[in-house]
């Protein structure tokens, strides 16, 4: 049967061959990160399958679904928590092997392609833990996602498009959920695996880079059939083991279900977005005129910059030499941007523990000066704000955000165009921070909630085209009393107060 399969299929000849290859320098567990995480991958899928058959993508049934899935599912929260693991765990190895490759000089020639499918690979993977994030749609999975979606909205050129693509509307909804379903489950998956493919390919004509030396490495004993798949197997058995035991001991949690209105809930974002989350807050600390623009660098520009770094490497480092020792410029920025990663996100998880205490202290009737606003973004009471965040601290005289029924209005409807510090997105949503349209004329004001704008207006000197729906018949009279009585406070503004009577006595 075997030879009858190979003379038509040529399955055994290449299978045969591929197993008793010998490995370069010998076989290695350097070596079986890559292995760990293709063994990840296909964890993912198969639990991922699995939840597709209960779950049912929209507001009013995602959590209803989970919850289903959960308490009534025979092994359905296992199997929930092993995808949820999983998801760090193929994050996890994917970067190590990454990183394995960058520090031994293996994105060299002739492996510039190999290389640069593996950063794509990586930034698929993120993507897809990005927007499995949303999918349960309890409150930190709104919350947080609330966070991405807003910096995707600041992105300049696209910014306005992506945000409209995602939310499909002003806010987070049913069509925000099919979207991110969508990305997740099938865009996300059929790249990763066509890449992977491609990747492995590249790596079967180019063979393995072996140790980080010049001369060809000797052939030690060892071939890829036993040795090295052995240690494959063994690695990527204990990952699973550990996998398999977080997701019995310590399964994937569900919050109460999404509530755009609630103020005090404390997200927790995934480790792997913890130091995007932590340069939010650091530059949340700038002066109100700088926070727009560092929000931009530290969102936007900079992860960028970065990917563009990591794509271009293998033709910018034109040193031809592998050996470590004679690398000191790039092993010397790697080691900067991987302390630099680990410092944010430890000062990230500081953030999230010091306001879940300091909400758990405080209580949710006391001022929040530590609390989360419902973007879901971090903001710390002794750390600062974040740029996209919901100024539960003072900043630069700015009324805290629960300082008022206004807060709260403003949060559910109106910042995620006009961004939680009032900051606004460069050429599409107008600032309210110092805006002479908020402070002015209350008239005006008024009018302008009531009925909303079109077209091109200017503020601050800058133009800003873009649509704001009216709220006339969405908003009470006294709702939009209440939050253009925060905006004319909040921030740095200063102004009178605005009345429901004014507001019900508004002509044009």
Partial sequence: MLTWLDQRTGVVTATKGFL??????GASYWYAFGSATVFAMILQIATGIFLCFYYSPSTATAYESTKYLIEKVPAGHFVLSLHYWGASAMIAFMAMHLLQVLLWGAYKKPRELQWIVGVLLFIITLVLGLTGYLLPWDLNALLASRVAINVAGNAPVLGAAMLNFLQDGSGIGTLTINRFFGIHVW???ALLIGLVGMHL??????GPAGPPIDEAPKLKPGRFWPDQLFMDTVLSFAMFVIVVALAAFSPAPLDAKADPND?????????YFLALYAALDVVGNFPAQFVQLATLFATIVGPTLLIVLL????FVDKNPSRRLSRRPWVLGGTALVMLGVIGLSLIGQRNVVEQQLAHNIIGPNAP????????????????????????????????PAKAGD?????????????????TGVAGNFPPLAGSEWVTGDKKKLIGVILNGLNGKV???GQSYNNVMPPWKGTLTNKQIADVATYIRNAWGNKADAVTEAEVAGYKP
């Avoid at 008793?20 to 320098?25: A, F, L, S």
């Avoid at 530590?370 to 630069?396: D, E, I, K, R, W």
């Fill in 458 to 460: 200017e503020v601050k």
């Fill in 201 to 206: 390919a590249i790596f079967r004509w180019n």
């Fill in 406 to 422: 206004g807060a709260t209005v403003y949060a559910s409807n109106c910042q995620s165009c006009h961004q939680p510090t009032g």
């Fill in 187 to 189: 865009l996300m998956p």
């Fill in 311 to 314: 794509l271009v490497l293998p």
């Fill in 20 to 25: 008793t290859e010998d490995v370069p320098g």
């Fill in 263 to 271: 103020a005090q809930f404390v997200p927790y974002p995934a480790w």
């Fill in 368 to 399: 929040a000066a530590a609390a989360v606003t419902s973007t879901g973004t971090l903001s710390t009471g002794p750390v600062g704000t974040a740029g996209t965040t919901g100024g539960s601290t003072t900043q630069g005289g700015a009324t």
